[in-house]
């Protein structure tokens, strides 16, 4: 697999990395037998960068255990936040509407503990000892990006990027990077300590990051880790409607999911489906392409607990889009206004 510089950091990855997020339960009950086949299924694959930002203590645990005996084969990204998904989360008629807006971020309902839990852990104060569980907990002595939120702790992002310093001098990790922000905040962080890539939600549905975050980025050479790079599924076609998530499916919490937001954006992906369809490729392929071929400095990590599902993501690294296409999809799945 082709190997990109994520930034002007010396940070090196494949093309491709592989989230965790679904190994932690959170889209759904995960084997743990096979989210470990899964992981040792991607290094196989040449994936090098393993995305367990916003995954739990467990995915941690899994993942260590995976690359205990090929260390040098992996590109750990790590952050503090590591609580377990408890299950419990439904749709509620409270949440619905509240994202009427396509591309809203899930919301802090029934399942706002493990977000305050993640605020907690991204204290200044608490930094370090986040820092320190994570890598008990992954058996490693260095992590290779380790991932904070400046916003999410209420301190000055200055306060933060600088106890973050002192674990990247300390070589307990090897360079540092940041939830998304906007640009602003993006180069109070660079210039405090420098950042090697930020971590966004960026996918062909959820484009927000293109208005601000990706040229501020590109400015200051910091790399770009795409997360839910599928649309946490709606990118594949297999989630049209909230009866195919199940209980504890933390997307009962995100207003895209709720019945009528599906029900406007189906439109939008049929569309992107018949290109999909005309070029023989599977929908999910065709998005992570769209992404790929935004950029050398964009590494798209989807998540899955399926080893089929990963093959399929592997497959798309070798898809060319020609031009037409590439314009085609981003009318079809406009930049978001404001």
């Not at 439904?90 to 949440?95: E, F, I, L």
Request: hydrophobic letters at 45%; aromatic letters at 4%; glycine letters at 12%.
């Amino acid at each position: 697999m082709r190997r990109v510089s994520l930034g002007g950091q010396g940070l090196v990855s494949t093309s491709l990395g592989l989230g965790c997020t679904a190994l932690t339960g959170a889209y759904g009950p995960a084997d743990p037998d096979e989210a470990m086949r899964v992981v040792r299924r991607a290094l196989d694959g040449g994936v090098s960068l393993i995305d367990l930002i916003d995954a739990d203590a467990e995915a941690e645990r899994l993942v260590g255990k995976a690359v205990a005996h090929r260390r040098d084969e992996a590109l750990i990204a790590a952050g503090p936040g590591s609580v377990r998904w408890d299950g419990s989360v439904r749709w509620a008629s409270a949440v619905r509407g509240a994202g009427a807006i396509r591309g809203a971020g899930a919301v802090r309902g029934a399942g706002s503990a493990r977000w305050e839990a993640r605020d907690f852990l991204s204290r200044p104060e608490n930094l370090g000892r986040a820092c320190d569980a994570s890598l008990a907990r992954l058996g490693i002595e260095r992590i290779d990006l380790f991932v904070v939120d400046p916003d999410a702790s209420g301190a000055p992002i200055e306060e933060t990027m600088g106890v973050a310093g002192r674990l990247q001098d300390a070589g307990k990790i090897a360079h540092i990077g940041v939830r998304a922000l906007d640009g602003d905040r993006l180069r109070r962080a660079h210039a405090a300590r420098p950042v090697a890539a930020v971590a966004v939600e960026y996918s062909l549905w959820q484009r927000r990051a293109e208005r601000e975050l990706l040229p501020v980025a590109r400015e200051l050479g910091i790399g770009v880790i795409a997360g839910r790079p599928l649309g946490r599924g709606f990118l594949t076609g297999r989630i049209t409607s909230p009866v195919h998530l199940g209980p504890g499916d933390v997307r009962c919490l995100d207003p895209r999911f709720s019945p009528e937001n599906l029900e406007a954006e189906l439109l939008r992906l049929r569309d992107a489906q018949r290109v999909a369809a005309e070029m023989d490729v599977g929908m999910g392929r065709l998005a992570i392409a769209w992404l790929l071929a935004r950029g050398d400095d964009i590494v798209p990590v989807p998540s899955t607990r399926d080893l089929v599902h990963l093959e399929m993501n592997l497959t798309a690294t070798g898809i060319l889009l020609p031009e037409p296409v590439k314009a085609h999809l981003a009318r079809t799945f406009p930049l978001e206004e404001g």
